[in-house]
């Protein structure tokens, strides 16, 4: 069944029960009266396939969205018509037709239509595709496109099966669902040689992204991981995945930085008018005690001290 939407406020209340919450948003070029929408949902037999269709809209998964909602799932989006850009789990891709993307529930993600499109849209539980195929999450956000033969035949066969669950009884909904999981799974582990250095390189060029952010906004003091995480639109356990792999957390990162300006400051005559109060304000400590006590631990000597010694 088709269900046509003339609403905005409709079309996310749709979207938010067929999938997950979130919140959709017309481009500013569309006027909210102009909005036009339509969203056909089959379950398959465990899980559900679904196709949606909208004016130009921009949709966003946000953490607020994610605590409303507990179960995780694998939303795999399939690009029928029009283009998509993706942010995803530190990744951004371009959608044409025929082009796939595989989704997590449980990450934030945003998906930019700029002209009107259509997507089928595949759910199954993460549990359930973590037992078919060990690493998903290695795919979170990439671009999976249909030049690849095995994404290209999964492509063709979700778009014939989207324009025709409809009209399909319980039994070959069964075979349907069978068959796009094989040709899923084929072409998931049909990745593994081709995605490889995509797989392997995107986490570190993310991971130089967000270093790079972290020193644009060293002396914010709002920089911590929820203003990162925020930013850059990853969840917080994203984020501490990526410095793990530095053997370094987050704060303690920052903190580095921070205590590396606050020195340079120190030991520069051209700092000597300001007082060590400001200049760790400056860098964004906050509590002048907790400075302190970084610093010395830093550096073997108080602030005082190195500025003295500087001197």
């Not at 179960?71 to 029009?82: E, H, R, V």
């Not at 957390?249 to 109060?277: A, H, M, P, W």
């Not at 005690?289 to 550096?299: D, E, G, L, P, T």
Request: charged share 20%; proline share 3%; aromatic share 10%.
């Amino acid at each position: 069944m088709t269900t046509l939407i003339t609403s905005l406020d409709s079309f996310n209340n749709e979207i938010s029960n067929s999938f997950c919450p979130m919140s959709c948003s017309v481009l500013s070029s569309l006027k909210k009266n102009e909005f036009n929408a339509s969203i056909s949902s089959k379950r398959l037999n465990r899980f559900s396939l679904a196709q949606v269709s909208s004016s130009p809209i921009i949709a966003q998964r946000s953490k607020v969205d994610i605590a409303r909602v507990t179960d995780a799932y694998y939303l795999i989006k399939f690009q029928l018509t029009g283009n998509c850009s993706t942010k995803h789990y530190g990744r951004e891709a371009n959608l044409a037709p025929g082009d796939f993307v595989i989704c997590s529930s449980s990450e934030p993600y945003q998906l930019e239509f700029q002209a009107s499109y259509q997507q089928a849209v595949f759910a199954m539980p993460q549990s359930a595709l973590q037992e078919m195929f060990q690493t998903p999450d290695d795919y979170l956000g990439l671009r999976m496109g249909n030049e690849e033969p095995t994404n290209g035949m999964l492509a063709q066969f979700v778009y014939s099966l989207s324009q025709r669950m409809n009209q399909l009884n319980p039994e070959a909904l069964q075979s349907m669902e069978a068959n796009l999981l094989d040709l899923l799974i084929t072409s998931l582990k049909n990745q593994k040689g081709s995605q490889k250095k995509i797989i392997e390189s995107s986490p570190e060029q993310h991971l130089q992204r967000i270093k790079r952010m972290i020193n644009m906004h060293i002396k914010d003091f709002r920089l911590g991981v929820d203003f990162i995480a925020q930013t850059e639109n990853i969840s917080k356990r994203y984020l501490h995945m990526l410095f793990k792999s530095q053997n370094i957390s987050v704060s303690k990162y920052i903190q580095q930085l921070r205590l590396e300006g606050c020195y340079k400051n120190l030991t520069n005559n051209e700092f000597d008018n300001i007082s060590i109060s400001n200049i760790a304000l400056e860098w964004g400590f906050g509590d002048l005690s907790h400075f302190n006590r970084c610093f010395k631990a830093q550096y073997s000597q108080t602030p005082r001290q190195i500025r003295l010694r500087g001197a």
